[in-house]
Each structure stands twice: as C-alpha cells, then as structure tokens.
C-alpha cells in the first residue's frame, strides 16, 4: 500500500531492515559458536540452540513480514496454526513417554536386513 | 481468462485479498514443516545413545549458507521498500540479488549433498585399528570416503560389492555389460564416529586436522554392510534428506516466482504498478518464509 507511507517513512523502515539483517547474522554466528562451546546437559544445548533461532525467526517475522504491524484477521489465521503446532508437538513429546526407553548401545548391535543375509559376495 | 482481484485493501479484511491468501498458504506450510519437524524429535529422543548420526555435516558450509539465506531476505524486503518509493532501478538491483543469492544456496547444498552420496559407512565382520584423532581403537565400523580404481564412487551399497549379470533384452541383444564383483577396495578413512560424544569427536577432528586421512584396504568379504550417506542409511539422514530437499524445492520454487516477477512479468509496473507491487510484497512473503524455516533447519540438524 505505497499509499498509505511517506518516502520518509519507508526510509526509517529501510534502516531498520538493514539493522535487522545485521542482528540475523549476529544470531547464527552466536548459534554455531555456542554449539563449539559442548555443555554438559544435552536440554541446555538445545534450549539455547531453540531460543536463539526463535528470537532470528521473531526479528523475520516481525520486521521483514511485517507481522507486528498486521491486521487482525491475519493474526486470527495464524493463532489457529500455531495452536495445532503446540498440539502437534505437545503429543510428540507426549507420545515419548509412552514407548519403551532406549536400550544401552553396543557397537555390534547392528542386524543385517534378512536379504542381505548369505548372499554371495 | 481474467482472474478477479482486488489491489485496494477490502474494507471488511483490512487487506487486498492476494495477502490473505498467501498467510493462509503459509499458514498451512507451517503445518507441513511441522509435521516433519515433530517426526525429526520422535526420531532423535528414540534413538538409543551413541547411535543418532551427529557431527558429519559441514558446519562451516552450512553457516555460510544462512548468511547467503539471510541476505537474500533483506535484499527482498529493500527491493520491495525501493519499488513503494517508485524507484524501479533499484528494486530490479536488489532483486536481481534475491535471484543470486537463491541460486548459490541451491549451488552450495547441491555440492553438500554430492559430497553425502560419496561418503560412506563400512560395518566391518572382524574389528579393525583405527585412529581416532590422537588415539588408536579397534572398531567394527569405519567411516571415510571410497577409491575404486582411481575414482570416488557415488552410491554404493552392500549388494554393489557382489557385482551384477550382464543384462539382455528379448532378443538376446546386450543391453547392459556385466559388472564383475569387487574384490576389495580403499577406504579414505575419517578419524572420527559418530558413536563419540559431540565432545570427543570435536576433539579427535582438532587432533586430525592437517593430516591426510589415512588409507585402509578392505576386502569384499569382510563388508557386512556398506552404505553411502543416504536415506537408506539411517533415521538421521532419512529425515534430513527430506526436510532440506523440500526446503529446497521451496527455494527453487520461490525463486522462480520472484525471477518471473522480476523479469517478464514486470511490464506490469507500467500498466498496474499498484497491483505489481503486491505481486512483489506477497513473493516476498514466501521468501521470508523459506528464510524462517532455515533459521529452524540449521541449529537443529547441523548443530544439534
């Protein structure tokens, strides 16, 4: 709608895009660095890891689609979305405690597929 | 045929249709990367310890890869801001760069996955020496990259070993010569398995880097199974086949739409050059979109 912003408006968003593609590529060399830092607990590495990428999908989604200035209908359409996204990952972990726990791992454990078994090379 | 639109925003919505329309398909491609994510979780808190591929994708590649992602995102919405002010030069300078940019990442990942379908694992039948980093262990299972007769093979698998029959049509015309088994062949081998730590194997890496991979011998006969770096050969690189090939394919996709815009398709900034600039803002969309998801991709199947 280029009517409905002056030049000197779309100018001051011109500069908060670039600043905003700055803090994105701040955010994934934070990310690849913290990953060289190896914590011990397997959930901080991943929740740091999720929290970094949500704050640079945040800032995409924000500024570069313009998701903070939008109009209700959109945020009703998105809302439905992410509720069955939460659901669906809600019964994903959920799900996991209803299988069985992982067996100790042992090198040899691997089982040839029944057709690999005595063929001829 | 005319295909009925609205370039002025509808008094009820608040928006020209075609930006409806595209939230809405996004909405349902949150739902499609998603449901693969979720699968991705099921799969890696399912595996037993020490048996979840980690570690064998490269970093380095894949962080330039984002930068690349992320520049032409920036690049779309300046394009966008550029054509609001009327400036038609550099909207077509700052897409052309969207259109690049797309194109070395498509370039990069294909180059990422040549790289996966000539890298192997050998499940050995007796253990083997090895060195990991600085030390020496016996192992069944070696990783590395195959020479054959002076070449680097792409999808190799087990039964690849045992050789094939020649092969005749109807009428007794050869259609395709025999294949004769392999007897043994080298194996560049990786200092490193994904059955370490994230840790140890960072470590054994450090410890090799410089050095030139050592070379192993195996015979045919001693394979129990032989896989290259493709789904077939665990979860891990099932999933990540299909979550960054249908990435991908959105890229691809994107890209095109944003090419046609770009190029043929902009006689239209003469004629409607309101309803051209909705076509540019709901591309960009999407793009960011893709750029989205990727954020997401990379920390979880590179670095976790």
Redesign the interface.
Known sequence: ??SA?S?DE??K??RT??A??FA??VG??V??WL??V?FESATL??GI??F??VI??AL??GF??HLLSE????YV??A???F??VA??FL??W??SQ?PR????T????V?HPS?VG??? | MEIPFTEK?RPD???YNA??GI??FL??E??LF??L??AY??LR???????WPHGLLD?PIG?FN??VL??S??T???GW?A????NFKAYRKYQAVTILCALGFLGIKSFEYKDKFSHYEV?LKEPVTVKHGDKEVS???VLGHIEYNGKHPYFWK??T??GSPEKKDKDGKVIKAAVP??ESFKLEVDPYHY?MS??EM?HAKKDAAGHAHPVMEIK??Q???LSAFVPAHSTFFAIYFTLTALHGLHVLGGALVIAYIWGPGAKMWKTH??QY?NRVEVS??FW??V??VW??L???IY??
């Open positions: 709608m280029s912003h030049h779309i100018k968003h011109v895009y670039i905003i593609f994105l590529l994934t060399v990310t690849v990953n060289s190896h590495t991943i890891a999720l970094v990428a640079k999908a995409v989604a570069f689609m109009k209700k209908i959109i359409m998105l439905v979305s992410v069955f996204l669906m990952m994903t972990i799900s996991r299988l992982g067996s100790e791992y090198p040899t454990k691997y040839p690999a063929s001829s090379y | 925003p919505t608040g928006l930006k409806v939230w809405l909405a349902s949150v739902m998603g449901a994510f979720s979780i099921l808190v399912g595996a037993d310890v020490g048996t970093i962080t984002t930068a992320i520049t995102s920036v779309v919405v300046l801001a054509l609001q002010m009327g499940w192992t069944t299972r087990t039964e070993l045992a088994p392999v059955t994230p840790k960072a045919a006969s394979v129990k199974r050059p309101e600039i960009g969309l960011h979109f750029d989205l954020i997401f990379f920390p979880v670095l976790l």
